[in-house]
């Protein structure tokens, strides 16, 4: 009885690398283009993120320079100066 135990479980085992093998093959095709797929997928979304940042840093830097023009002057006396501060420029930068 222990031989037939130990060919059914050589054939079991035969089988199942097979079937692995199958599935690995059939499978790798259908994965790679599956992977491809979402590579596309979230590199579109990133370009669109990029380029929503890229138009509102736009419009904060358009607001920010009508901003600066209307500061109110009644404060002269404070500890930061001009020179100091590198300005809303460098924010962009």
């Known amino acids: 009885m222990a031989d037939d135990d130990t060919a059914d479980t050589a054939g079991e085992q035969t089988v199942n690398d097979d079937v692995v093998k199958d ?3 059939a499978g790798s095709t259908d994965d790679v283009s599956i992977r491809d797929a979402k590579i596309a997928e979230l ?17 904060n830097y358009d ?6 023009g209307t500061a109110d002057t009644e404060d002269t006396t404070s500890d930061e100066s001009d020179s100091d501060s590198a300005g809303i420029d460098s924010l962009f930068e």
């Open 63 to 68: 607001l920010l320079m009508s901003a600066a």
């Open 23 to 25: 599935a690995e093959t």
């Open 43 to 59: 590199t579109s979304i990133a370009m669109a993120k990029d380029s929503e940042i890229s138009r509102l840093k736009a419009m």
